[in-house]
Each structure stands twice: as C-alpha cells, then as structure tokens.
C-alpha cells in the first residue's frame, strides 16, 4: 500500500451528511480558524484503522504526501502513521539503542517540517505529545536540553496558531512521566495569548500536570498567575478540585 493508494481508499469512503457536521464542528467557515479546511466525512475510528492496514512497514517516503492532502483525515492518517511508527521506536528497550534514536530523530523531524499542516486542534492532540513529547523525554542525536528548549521556545513564538498549541501539549507525555517544567514553562509563556484555542489549552495542560505530577505545584503557579488567567484558562486548570476551592480560585 502507498501513499495514493489511502488516499484514494479513503475519498471512496467519503459521506457528506457527516461532512457537514464535521466542517461546522471545526470551524471552516469564513474568518474561522479553520476556515478553508476541507473533509471527507470520516470518523477518526475511520483513519485509525487505515493506519492499521498500512502497518509498520509504510515507508516514511511516502508520509508527506499524505501530510500535504487537501483533506483534513487524509492529513490525520499521516500524522498517525507518524505517531505509529514513533511509538514502535520508543519502547524502554530502545531508549538508547543508536538505529532507533536516529530513526526516532528522522520521525520527529518530519513532524515539525509538515508542522503547519496539523491545522486544527484535533489533528495536534492527537500526535504531538506522542511525538514531541515524547522525544523531549528520549536520547536524540540532534541536541542537548538546551537545544529542545530553543526548539519548542520556536513553536511558542511561531505565528502560527497549531506550532503554539504544540509547544503546550507536547507537556501532556512529559507531565505523564513525572516532568512538570515544560509544562509550567510554556504555560507562563502562553499565559496572555490572545486565541480561546490556547487558553483550553494551557489549562488543560496545568490541569493535567497537577494531576500526574503535583496539585501542589498546580496551586504554586496559580498564587502567582491566577488573577491574570483568562478565565477559561482557569476554569479548565482547576476542574479536578472541590466545588470550594474552585470558587475560591475563580473569585481571584
């Protein structure tokens, strides 16, 4: 199977009652933020089980021709192949072994050169923790800590809406794994954005940290930041807690 194999495979599944829906339900209209995007009518079970049937053998060749389709689940598959094969490469017992970490390397570097093509919040959340994320935890040969920083600090600061969003929720696989700082970095740094998008986001991503790392450290940050958290970036970074100390948060 090939990359215009899926694609044709796939427009032969397509279904316009469910395309509407979709096109209204991720913002495609004029002056939306997804505006222009174009679907098929595919449900993400869908995708995923293209992804399956191409398997780990699907050369990484032929991934952007997937990334670079017109179509929103076309894209979604790639970014899963992606996902697929990254996961297969970050097992304990590759860690540190040489062939995977250069091929982890290759993977991740594909990722971010198609990262505009990941172009709206369904098609982030659901391969950039799996991908960044978890490479900022792994071994790599393209740099030390250093370096990771400066890459996400470049995502943060990109214009581009879907590069900011992942450089917060790549920190939902380092809160996982016990890893609060890129979390409370990028939430600090993302803490004015102006975008909905992001104020979900970041609570999200506090919210979670909290929940895996420490509730402790959640209630750190919020003492400093709490009076000047958009709100919606407040309600989503408290919703784990009491009735009585989200009202004590939210009175802030």
Request: one cysteine or more.
């Amino acid at each position: 199977m090939n990359a215009q194999e899926i694609i044709t495979y796939m427009e032969s599944l397509r279904n316009d009652e469910q395309r509407k829906i979709l096109m209204g339900f991720f913002k495609t209209g004029p002056g939306e933020y997804g505006f222009g995007d174009e679907f098929l009518g595919l449900k993400v079970p869908q995708t995923r089980e293209v992804v399956k049937a191409a398997g780990p053998d699907f050369p990484l060749s032929e991934v952007p021709t997937l990334l670079m389709s017109k179509w929103h689940e076309v894209r979604l598959c790639g970014f899963l192949i992606l996902v697929a094969k990254f996961e297969k490469l970050a097992t304990k017992r590759l860690d540190n072994n040489a062939d995977a970490i250069a091929k982890r390397d290759e993977i991740l570097t594909m990722y971010l050169q198609y990262a505009e093509q990941a172009n709206n919040w369904d098609l982030v959340d659901l391969s950039v923790h799996k991908i960044l994320g978890h490479w900022l935890l792994l071994p790599t040969n393209l740099g030390d800590r250093d370096y990771k920083i400066k890459l996400l600090d470049d995502l943060a600061a990109s214009p581009c809406l879907w590069k900011q969003r992942m450089s917060i929720v790549c920190s939902w696989k380092t809160s996982q794994q016990g890893d609060p700082s890129w979390c409370l970095r990028y939430a600090e740094i993302h803490l004015h954005h102006p975008h909905d998008l992001m104020h979900k986001a970041v609570g999200w991503m506090l919210r979670e940290m909290g929940k895996r790392v420490s509730m402790d450290l959640l209630r750190d940050f919020l003492r400093q930041h709490a009076h000047e958290m958009p709100r919606t970036m407040l309600r989503y970074a408290i919703e784990k807690m009491s009735d009585r100390e989200r009202q004590e948060w939210m009175s802030q």
